[in-house]
């Protein structure tokens, strides 16, 4: 007897009619039209059924702070952080665990079961690691949260840079995390890129950067970042995070730099909502979009991922945990309109950030873990169209949410009643 069986679901790759078998909290099958004795059963009516969603990049340790002690009037990066800086001396560890938790909730309730925050090292009591590191441990049982030693700061400009960092590897944080822009010269920010990935190599850890997060067209530290983890050997293991600036380079260096990434095996994350927020802001008209070369990228096989980055923080005041949400900004920012541009940004926010979090039993094959969500919609497309509800939200055969089908009863007159969401006939 199985523990579950899904019936007539269609998957992220277009089969319709598949059923799902879970025994022991993973997939034991997935066949179409299997039908077999299950303590419970799904009929999903034709709708998707997707592995949960990932966020490769997030910032848990400032999440849900928005409006402490202020907000951010000029909305740039350099002011949130510098309003970071001032709210740090200030955060409690309770209540710095109990925003997170909250948001952990909301992703759960958004099928987002795993996710990789940075985490700042700068300060040397080291509060948000201990806070972080406590989350990670109570939300275990619903959540993988993965977390990344991040010196906002900048290792080498703030005194006690790489002690504090390694100081939290110790503590058991899972992966090395840099900002090389922020460092004082572009040389220092070359050097930090070494020095940490050299301290990545030694402790056998992944590498995770903030990677030219500017607008300067001349910023290179992807470049850097790529040619250590060759030197190094120590491809798929890398990120680079943000590469705003890849927006502004040359072609011609564009062109040389690609497939130095590909072939470092680098992937890159990009982060839509908080790219078209925070870069182009030096700019009058016109003014830059500020995100990375996305399908450049993609086409040139790097593992592209699209993280949330900030929700409700000094960064950014928008935000629900929603990584339909963040698709759907990145594919207008990257203007990936085609059928399979939109189903490479659906992939963006599931199977490319599974892969660069590493994450172990990830998709809907058998043997892999039944972590997977039944969304209102029939495919990857008409998913991030509607941004459509978590109808049921599953980790290892486990029921963990459910929301209720969306639809609006409407009273029109000179007609009957009728209901409508939005999802046009086959
Ligand atoms: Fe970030």
């Known amino acids: 007897m199985l523990d579950l069986l899904i019936t007539n679901a269609t998957l992220p790759d277009g089969r319709t009619g598949m059923s ?18 299950a303590h419970e059963k799904l ?47 200030l955060l409690k560890a309770d209540a710095l665990i109990e925003r997170a938790l909250a948001y952990c909730d909301w992703a759960v309730a958004k099928g987002l079961l795993a996710v990789r925050s940075h ?16 989350v990670k441990r109570q939300v275990a049982p619903y959540l993988d949260l993965q977390l990344v030693a991040f010196p906002q700061d900048g290792v080498l400009r703030s005194a006690g840079g790489v002690d504090n960092l390694k100081r939290a590897l110790d503590k058991g944080v899972d992966v090395v995390g840099g900002i090389p822009h922020f460092e004082r010269t572009m040389a220092d920010g070359a050097a930090s890129v070494t020095l940490l990935m ?3 190599a030694e402790r056998g850890k992944l590498v995770d ?15 850097t970042l790529s040619a250590e983890t ?71 096989g790097v593992n592209v ?19 339909l949400e963040v698709a759907h900004m990145g594919l207008h920012v990257a203007q990936m309109t085609s059928q399979a541009g939109i189903r490479q940004c659906f992939e963006a926010v599931t199977a490319n950030a599974a892969r660069v979090m590493h994450l172990e039993g990830y998709g809907i094959e058998a043997g892999c873990d039944a972590s997977f969500v039944l969304l209102q919609a029939r495919d990857p497309v008409e998913a991030i169209r509607l941004r459509a509800s978590r109808l049921k939200v599953f980790r290892k055969g486990r029921l963990l949410a459910e929301t209720p089908a969306a639809t609006a ?3 029109l007159p000179g007609r009957e009643q009728a209901t409508s969401w939005m999802i046009r006939k086959p």
């Open 198 to 200: 050299e301290l990545a």
């Open 230 to 300: 060759w030197r190094l050997g120590m491809q798929g293991r890398v990120t680079g995070s943000h590469c705003t600036s890849m927006h502004s380079m040359d072609n011609y260096y564009v062109s040389k730099l690609l497939p130095l990434i590909a072939q470092s095996g680098v992937s890159v994350v990009s982060n839509p909502l908080i790219n078209i927020t925070l870069q182009g802001r030096h700019d009058t008209y016109p003014k830059r979009r500020g995100m990375t070369r996305v399908p450049e990228l993609m086409a040139a």
């Open 119 to 134: 985490v700042d090292t700068s300060d040397p009591s080291l509060l948000a690691v201990d806070a972080l590191l406590e």
């Open 20 to 37: 799902i078998a879970v025994q022991g909290g993973r997939i034991a099958e997935v066949t179409a039209g299997l039908d077999a004795p």
């Open 43 to 89: 009929d999903a009516q034709g709708l998707l059924l997707a592995p949960h969603f990932v966020d490769p990049h997030f910032h848990m340790d400032a999440t849900l702070s928005y409006g402490l002690p202020r907000v951010n009037e000029s909305g740039t990066l350099l002011e949130g952080i510098a309003l970071w800086g001032e709210l740090k001396p």
């Open 209 to 223: 950067m903030h990677c030219d997060e500017s607008d300067d067209p001349l910023s290179r530290h992807i470049e």
């Open 305 to 323: 991922a699209f993280g949330h980055d900030c929700v409700m923080d000094p960064w950014y005041g928008m935000g629900s945990g929603d990584m």
């Open 409 to 411: 009863a409407l009273h």
